[in-house]
């Protein structure tokens, strides 16, 4: 669709009988535009932005009673012409009374988004296919000298894409648009002396046959998001809600380390600052959010329930600068190019919750707010780039003992260095890494240390596009220190693992990968560890709208660093275990698209800490049933995700089985969007949970002036079940050099605080009960300029 824009410059009196001297000066108010027709995009035109400039009297009424055209091309000026009659004002005033005018007035039309682009290349060759013929439902273009191409404006639902080239044999490719995703449909075409013929590989993600992901307008409008799309992941089923929105991520019934963060492809100890209201890169940082509840790619080792994977952006030859700020922290980020084919972007955060709820509460209470510094740099060629991203968090939490409050402070410092190569018998990317991970617990009567200082390297091969199979072998190295210091005792031990895996995938509209990891870690002194971890993802489209999907693997990952390596008996942890299986089905109409899936985790190994102390490795179990719902038709859209679950731990052989500490039988998440006039958008999210399972006697509420614990129903098997309302208001407009971005972000509307358990990342082994932050309306505001697309309008 076409993106309009209409200034409105100046304005002047229509020829009228010259009024007497007057004392008094009157002065005239120009018209304000009210609404605007939307104009498509002419056939055939190229896809320059355009200017008409036109002349209008506008009457008393703010009606448009002629229009003459001042300057523009064809077609576009005839386009203006007819639906200038169309445009509504707010008249003109000349002290009290309305008044004809004319006035100049300049209607751009701005090329509609490019919606399709692919590739096409020569089977068995590097070669690009250039000036070839593409059809997309009977739309011609030709391919560039690289052999891309591009669509514009085409519409969510099925889609048919065809190569016209006497030199290639081809078949029609079908592919289907979802929301406003920009679409990949790559091609390798043979030769027409090859007796194969072209295959179409169209891809939204990896080949995880559970993967989930949300459209740009999906993270951009959701409320409680905040316009992060990191935060959206908590709104899909297979994760359940962290207590207080803090950002760990609890998938498919898992403890908080069984879950893998990873920034593109590498582990990462977080993605989330502490309290979880925003990931630690910067929004403009991130270009994909892959979330794999279950079973995942073997490129993703070392955790046993899911994985979320970060893919950062790909800095472009083009100069931006975004700046934003809203109740919780502020931010800038900038882009440059640096010669020819180099780019570096660079963003800068830093949050002031706590300053901000310092001004209604006391200092004591607003110690509950996070806050957090992060900082990223990006360097990105064609084969090679670097990536450092640093942070800092703190937060405060109560112990459970009399009136202690705990600060915990995490830092990380990271370099992530990228060489893409081409090898003879395939694709080679080399990530290398070094890292430095801090996090200090400091109590009134004791200090605590946990450092992990090290790094990694990844190497990876992945078959080349002219193989008919695909396939990836890779190798994961890691080294390290991690030390505990408390007060003047510390425990320190390096590490290393070596773990090779690889994959292969067969088939295309019925698919089966075949995957092996090897999990291993060495500490000296302790015998060396290593699992075999085997992976199956198979696939079966029926029809187009349509499709099986099933999963089967056993995974690895080590028992917590602070055990294994802070206490005597952490040298005889196993590496911990899980079985799992899971199915689901897609089906997917051209307004509403539904996922189910079921799965059914077995795990064993499990590092628990017993009711006397002791720390034991016992089993669990988990099972549930996922669903998802999308619909978007006219100016709504949303979704539905429910997740039913069970998670559950034994202590001991013969034990009885116990609910996990952060078991929510019940989540339901309804999200919904409506689109208005004038780019703006009403967004609503309501939640619903089952309650966690109450272990404790006593909760901790900050707030609270009087008294600092709140006693709980002993009698009661659950926490008070959680549901909140947040609600969000969002206005977009878009310039020729800049967009500006407004919303107002209501979260729990209706102020529900229930006890929660408190999470810090290191020894939950005590459970403490705690209560969220009251409703909190969050305004913020985010403008993008672009240099390089011409000066700002007056």
Do not use: C
Not at 769 to 785: A, D, E, Q, R, S
């Amino acid at each position: 669709m076409l993106l309009l824009l209409a200034l409105s410059t100046t304005a002047g009196a229509q020829d009228v009988p010259e009024p007497a001297p007057q004392t008094a000066t009157v002065v005239l108010t120009p018209p304000t535009l009210l609404s605007a027709p939307m104009l498509g995009w002419p056939e055939g035109q190229p896809y320059e932005p355009v200017d008409v400039a036109l002349g209008l009297l506008i009457d008393e009424q703010g009606a448009v009673e002629d229009v003459v055209l001042l300057s523009g091309p064809e077609p576009f000026g005839a386009l203006a012409l007819t639906a200038a009659t169309e445009l509504v004002f707010q008249p003109a005033y000349e002290g009290q009374p309305a008044v004809a005018v004319e006035v100049p007035f300049t209607w751009s039309f701005e090329p509609p988004p490019i919606t399709v682009r692919g590739q096409v290349r020569v089977a068995g060759t590097r070669d690009a296919a250039q000036n070839v013929t593409i059809l997309l439902d009977g739309r011609e273009t030709q391919t560039g000298a690289d052999g891309g191409f591009t669509f514009r404006d085409v519409p969510p639902g099925a889609h048919t894409l065809e190569v016209i080239d006497a030199a290639l044999r081809h078949e029609v490719i079908e592919f289907e648009r979802v929301g406003d995703e920009v679409t990949q449909v790559d091609i390798i075409a043979r030769p027409e002396s090859d007796a194969n013929t072209a295959m179409g590989v169209y891809y939204r993600s990896r080949s995880e046959v559970v993967s989930r992901a949300l459209t740009a307008d999906e993270l951009r409008t959701t409320p409680g998001t905040m316009g992060d799309p990191v935060r959206a992941v908590a709104n899909l089923p297979g994760v359940v809600r962290t207590p207080f929105d803090s950002g760990w991520m609890l998938v498919r019934g898992g403890d908080l380390e069984d879950t893998g963060v990873f920034i593109d492809g590498v582990r990462v100890p977080l993605i989330y600052h502490l309290g979880g209201f925003t990931s630690v890169l910067h929004p403009a940082m991130v270009d994909s959010v892959t979330f794999m509840p279950g079973g995942t790619s073997v490129r993703y080792g070392r955790s046993t329930a899911g994985a979320v994977d970060l893919g950062t952006t790909q800095v472009e030859a083009e100069r931006r600068v975004e700046l934003g700020a809203d109740l919780l922290h502020s931010g800038v980020y900038a882009q440059t190019p640096l010669g020819e084919d180099n780019a570096i972007a660079l963003a800068v955060r830093r949050s002031y919750l706590d300053k901000v709820l310092g001004l209604v509460l006391t200092e004591d209470q607003a110690r509950i707010a996070p806050r957090f510094f992060d900082w990223q740099a990006k360097w990105d060629s064609d084969r090679f780039g670097l990536f450092v991203l640093g942070y800092k968090d703190t937060i405060s939490a109560p112990t459970g003992n009399d009136d202690e409050v705990v600060e915990i402070d995490i830092v990380t410092n990271r370099v992530h260095g990228r060489a893409d190569l081409e090898t003879p018998v395939g694709h080679l990317q080399i990530i290398p890494v070094i890292a430095l991970d801090e996090r200090v617990f400091d109590y009134s009567t004791e200090y605590q240390q946990f450092a992990d200082d090290g790094g990694s390297i990844r190497a990876e091969l992945t078959a080349p596009e002219s193989s008919p199979v695909a396939w990836l072998a890779g190798v994961d190295g890691v080294a390290g220190r991690y030390t505990i210091a408390v007060e003047q005792i510390e425990r320190s031990s390096r590490y290393a693992s070596l773990d090779p895996y690889a994959s292969v995938r067969i088939g295309d509209e019925r698919n089966l990968t075949l995957g092996m990891r090897v999990d291993t870690l060495h500490v000296p002194g302790h015998l060396l560890r290593a699992g075999l971890s085997p992976r199956a993802q198979a696939s079966w489209k029926l029809g187009r709208s349509a499709a099986l999907v099933a999963d089967l693997g056993l995974v690895h990952q080590p028992p917590p660093f602070d055990m294994l390596v802070g206490l005597p008996d952490g040298r005889y942890l196993e590496l911990e275990e899980a079985a799992q299986v899971g199915g689901g089905a897609r089906l997917r109409g051209r307004h509403v698209g539904i996922e189910l899936d079921a799965y059914y985790r077995h795990m064993t190994r499990v590092t628990l800490v017993e009711d006397d102390g002791t720390v034991t490795q016992g089993q669990g179990r988990a099972y549930g049933v996922e669903s998802l719902t999308r619909w978007d038709w006219r100016d709504v859209s949303g979704w539905v995700a429910y997740t039913w679950s069970h998670s559950e731990r034994q202590q001991e052989p013969g034990d009885l089985y116990r609910p996990h500490t952060y078991e929510q039988p019940h989540y339901l998440v309804v999200v919904g969007a409506w689109s208005l006039p004038r780019q703006l958008t009403l967004a609503g999210r309501w939640r619903v949970g089952s309650g966690y399972p109450q272990l404790g006697d006593t909760a901790y509420d900050l707030l609270q002036t009087d008294s600092l614990e709140v006693p709980l129903d002993t009698n009661a098997r659950r926490l008070p079940p959680y549901h909140a309302l947040d609600i969000k208001l969002s206005k977009k407009t878009t310039f020729r050099a800049w967009q500006l971005e407004g919303y107002l972000d209501v979260q729990n509307v209706y102020n529900r605080r229930v006890p929660e358990p408190l999470i810090t990342g290191i020894d939950d082994s005590e459970t403490i009960y705690g209560f969220g932050l009251i409703t909190l309306p969050i305004f913020g505001v985010k403008g993008v300029f672009w240099p390089q697309r011409g000066a700002p309008p007056p």
